[in-house]
């Protein structure tokens, strides 16, 4: 079966690199049968890509092996080399969009897993390094499950007035063919970030949330947002932050959580707001207006797909006339916006692994717009972020002074007593 890649899959063009660090053995033919058995599994991983008349389709239910290199590993350098050679190169066509790199030692041995931003998420990602080792030491062979169309997500849903939603979708196609292509490739140069906080910050940070009613990622909005205001103040402040929203757990019937499925909408918060107010009383209102945000991207779902299907896709070169624009716009070389992502608490390990897991590191690059956001995740206890901007974003320094001023916000609002909503308290939160 042949699908045409939607507006929105042009648009998203990038890769997302997860590096899984182990300490133990296993075999080349472990590792192979693991990685057939979950491409077996999930369709996307099963789906090339080709070209025809100008177009770009999946071709579905491809035969064609996930690719597999196995290098020595001898020093740091061969982990970097690989990470920006993966970061940086395109999946060709004919190829499945998830490629495997294993650095080989006798002590540690590092796993790059690699896969384009088309087809897979952060969370999608997890997915398929979860079973991946899951099933270096398990002959279990995984469930099929159909792939997820637009159509299913759709439903019967109808607009009220369909002709409304076609002008619109009409106009915009319009607007977007009459943009100029642009011969000049703008390169995208990203860097990387990475710090974390210990274990007992980390802890103390979950009770604090409980205690006063919040979540971690509502506060770390609220650190985020006054970190970008003390940094860039309020001219060169994004507009918003935005969060991807995931909408699998349980929230759609048409969706599984183990699903590799990339577009369920996101979460887009003001930033500069209420910027005196009380930490955690704001931290209280965030939470409770991503839970609102939820609640309305959930029945929009099918309305958004629906107007999505009616975009024609825009080429890359009238895509990166629009980056040019936003260059010369100065909307911070990511259209006015910081991306803001939690993955929640992460576990990679299980009894019967031949392995230790001692470290699982993440890194995007976008071959089309340009980066700027944050990643959260919990691994090992460890409440661990991930920088990921270009320079055309904000250059090196200004980002080294947002972590420091993000990290100062954060960490003394975890112990800090003079604010708290009176009558709660921390030993409340333990149960």
């Known amino acids: 079966m042949r699908r045409k890649l939607s507006a929105i899959e042009h648009m998203i063009d990038g890769n997302i690199v997860y590096i899984v660090t182990l300490e133990g ?22 789906m090339v890509m080709i070209e025809k008349g100008g177009k770009l389709y999946y071709e579905e239910e491809c035969e064609a092996e996930i690719p597999l290199r196995i290098i020595p590993y001898l020093r ?34 590092h796993l790059l897993f690699t896969s384009s931003h088309r087809i897979c998420d952060g969370m999608s990602m997890l997915t398929i390094v979860r079973e991946t080792l899951r099933l270096l030491s398990s002959r279990e062979e995984m469930v099929p499950y159909p792939a997820v169309t637009a159509q299913d997500l759709i439903g019967d849903y109808t607009p009220a007035h369909p002709w409304k939603e076609k002008l619109k979708a009409h106009l915009l196609n ?3 063919q009459m943009l100029p292509a642009s011969s000049h490739q703008a390169l995208n140069n990203e860097y990387y970030l990475e710090w974390s906080l210990d274990s007992p910050q980390t802890e103390a940070l979950k009770l604090r949330c409980r205690a006063e009613g919040t979540s971690i990622h509502a506060a770390l909005f609220v650190a985020l947002d ?67 945000q939820i609640e309305k991207e959930m029945i929009d779902i099918p309305k958004r797909y629906y107007f999505n299907e009616l975009l024609r896709p825009v080429t890359r070169e009238r895509i990166q006339t629009m980056v040019r624009v936003g260059d010369m716009l100065k909307v911070n070389g990511s259209w006015n916006r910081f991306a803001l992502s939690n993955l ?8 019967a692994s031949p392995f230790r897991l001692k470290d699982l590191r993440l890194y995007v690059h976008s071959f089309n717009f340009r980066l700027l956001g944050l990643v959260a995740y919990t691994l090992q206890g460890k409440l661990r972020f991930y920088y990921a901007g270009d320079l055309e ?39």
């Open 25 to 46: 053995h296993f075999s080349e033919e472990q590792l192979r049968s693991s990685i057939q058995r979950v491409q077996r599994k999930h369709p996307a991983l099963r």
């Open 76 to 109: 740091d350098h061969d982990l970097e080399r690989e990470r920006q050679a993966e970061l940086m190169t395109p999946f060709p066509y004919g190829q499945p969009q998830l490629r495997v790199v294993w650095l080989q030692s006798n002590t540690d041995n």
């Open 174 to 176: 319009l607007l977007l």
């Open 226 to 292: 006054r970190a970008l205001l003390a940094v860039l103040g309020r001219k060169k402040l994004p507009a918003w932050i935005e969060s991807p929203m995931d909408v699998r757990r349980g929230r759609m019937s048409r969706l599984k959580s183990d699903m590799l499925f990339f577009g369920g909408g996101s979460l887009k918060l003001h930033t500069g707001e209420h910027a005196q107010q009380d930490f955690w009383t704001r931290a209280r209102v965030v939470h409770d207006e991503i839970r609102r």
């Open 344 to 351: 929640g608490s992460i576990d990679l390990q299980n009894e």
């Open 393 to 431: 974003c904000l250059d090196r320094s200004q980002a080294e002074v947002l972590k420091a001023m993000f990290s100062e916000i954060l960490t003394k609002q975890i112990h800090h007593e003079s604010d708290r909503t009176p009558g709660i308290a921390l030993s409340a939160a333990v149960v």
